[in-house]
């Protein structure tokens, strides 16, 4: 009883204990996720669109970025744009006459970085999705002369949402996870908190098994979240059935 006692002390409220700093954390890993998810919604969505291109080099382009960031390892895209991202910030500064290193802010980072891996996935599942509608419905639209745009906006986006659901929900785990290697560049989200605070207290059992809770209640959360919306997709296809 007195360990747990201890334990609850460590990670709680109170005067010692780091339960602040570590939900300030979950809330940093939660934000950088989710601007890095919608920014690799957005990305995706134009790859995806080229892949499906009838342009030759549209069509390549758009394979070549799912190819390549699919076959190296996330933390080397963290690296590249962490470095990489100072030194065109620098470049840039130099042409408006600074002369001086301009760092590339950590959230900023994580939101690019995560977003450039994530649409190599989501536009993966995107294009899978676009491919599962029916060409049935797309010539009974054109039957009764519906508009392109109009058949894009009624009948196109509302089946690939449906399809693309389960596996954007996948993706999004995904990219929770990946959250942890932002930590590299001194966001201070669960996996550094934890880091830090094993460090100060020589306890590291403790915090590890701690962040690891915190990422299974964010986990466990998002699944209800995307289990809600995959339900809501699929509401119209079980009245037809």
């Known amino acids: 009883m007195d360990a747990i ?5 460590l990670v709680g409220f109170g005067q010692e204990g780091w339960g602040g700093l570590l939900l300030s954390a979950m809330m940093m890993t939660i934000a950088v996720s989710v601007s890095g998810f919608l920014t690799g919604s957005v990305l995706g969505t134009i790859v995806a669109s080229m892949k499906l291109s ?5 069509r390549w382009i758009g394979g070549s ?7 190296v390892p996330d933390l080397l895209v963290v690296y590249l744009f962490y470095f990489g991202g100072g030194a065109f910030l620098s470049y840039i ?3 408006a006459g600074y002369d001086g290193y301009i760092g590339m802010p950590a959230f900023l980072t994580g939101t690019v970085a995560l977003g450039v891996v994530s649409a190599a996935y989501q536009a993966e599942v995107l294009r899978g999705a ?11 639209a054109d039957s009764v002369g519906m508009r392109p745009w109009r058949k894009f906006r009624r009948i196109v986006v509302p089946l690939v949402l449906r399809y693309a659901t389960p596996g954007l929900g996948n993706t ?9 290697l ?34 299974l209640v964010i986990t466990w959360a998002s699944s209800l979240l995307f289990g809600r919306l995959e339900n809501r997709a699929m509401r119209g296809f079980r009245r037809a059935a």
């Open 5 to 9: 006692k201890n334990y609850v002390e």
């Open 54 to 58: 009838s342009i030759g080099p549209l």
């Open 65 to 71: 970025y799912t190819t390549v960031l699919r076959g």
């Open 93 to 95: 500064g130099a042409f």
């Open 130 to 140: 676009y491919r599962a509608v029916s060409r049935g419905e797309l010539e009974a």
């Open 172 to 180: 999004w785990q995904l990219v929770l996870k990946e959250s942890a």
């Open 182 to 215: 932002i930590s590299v560049t001194g966001l201070v989200e669960i996996l550094r908190q934890s880091q830090i605070a094993a460090g100060s207290t020589r306890k590291p059992f403790e915090f590890y098994l701690t962040a690891l809770v915190l990422y």
